[in-house]
């Protein structure tokens, strides 16, 4: 499975970016799916999950402004941020797994300027 994520820019702080992420595969073939996010200096972090393909889980500091949604009849996965600030400024990767398999994205750059 390969992923493809998309989508990051640089946007004003207040403003919405949507980041897009593609698998080559079948979508349905895996149970969950996530978005991370790695800023300078910091650990990579959860930033929201869809386990077992209906449970939704999102970190405490997106809770409330970031929607994830996955559409396996286009094998996508989408996370649609709002109301960014500077600190949300990283790079973002797309996750899924697969039993004891994880698959991860390029990365996206997302760059919220004050």
């Known amino acids: 499975v390969q992923l493809q994520a998309s989508g990051g820019g640089l946007v004003q702080a207040g403003g919405s970016l949507t980041l897009s992420c593609a698998a080559s595969?079948?979508?349905?073939?895996?149970?969950?799916v996530a978005w991370y996010r790695q800023a300078p200096g910091k650990q990579r972090e959860l930033v929201a999950s869809?386990?077992?393909?209906?449970?939704?889980n999102y970190g405490d500091s997106v809770k409330g402004r970031f929607i994830t949604v996955r559409d396996d009849a286009k094998n996508t996965l989408e996370l649609q941020m709002n109301s960014l600030t500077p600190e949300d400024t990283a790079i973002y990767y797309c996750?899924?797994?697969?039993?004891?398999?994880?698959?991860w994205g390029q990365g996206t750059l997302v760059t919220v300027s004050s």
């Open positions: 595969g079948s979508m349905h073939s895996l149970p969950t």
């Open positions: 869809i386990i077992s393909g209906k449970i939704i």
């Open positions: 996750n899924a797994q697969r039993g004891n398999l994880m698959y």
